[in-house]
């Protein structure tokens, strides 16, 4: 058979008041410790992933600065033969990018190709530009 035990404490409890209230103390510093180190991770990560972006638009950037050099090299070279200038192919490389696709880097580079053939002009030179790219949308 079970039976109820009841236990009074008597006395001064300011002691253990004291104790719990320093406890308290410890755990809202320490909480607020990992909040501090939860924010500086997050500052870390975030960073890390900006530095990562940035670098990845310098290459974009480079990438794209080599592409319209390689065109105007290639356009120079054959005396711009195939009737256009390199602002003339930009300017339909990035139309032809708004309607497919295609980044207009790529186009460039299927431009500079064919500006090497300088038996191909003008809307002969268009036609293999765009038709592709129709067809692949």
Do not use: Y
């Amino acid at each position: 058979m079970a039976s109820d035990v009841q236990v009074k404490f008597g006395g001064d409890f300011n002691e253990l008041k004291q104790s719990l209230a320093a406890m308290e103390g410890h755990v809202q510093s320490w909480g607020s410790n990992i909040r501090t180190i939860a924010v500086g991770a997050f500052g870390v990560f975030a960073g890390r992933e900006l530095i990562q972006a940035g670098v990845g638009f310098v290459n974009a950037a480079r990438e794209a600065a080599e592409v319209d050099a390689k065109l105007a090299a290639v356009l120079e070279a054959t005396g711009h033969a195939a009737g256009f200038t390199a602002d003339e192919l930009e300017k339909m490389a990035k139309g032809l990018q708004s309607i497919t696709k295609f980044d207009d880097d790529v186009i460039k580079g299927a431009q500079t190709i064919l500006a090497t053939f300088t038996n191909i002009r003008t809307d002969e030179f268009q036609r293999p530009t765009w038709r592709p790219s129709w067809v692949a949308t």
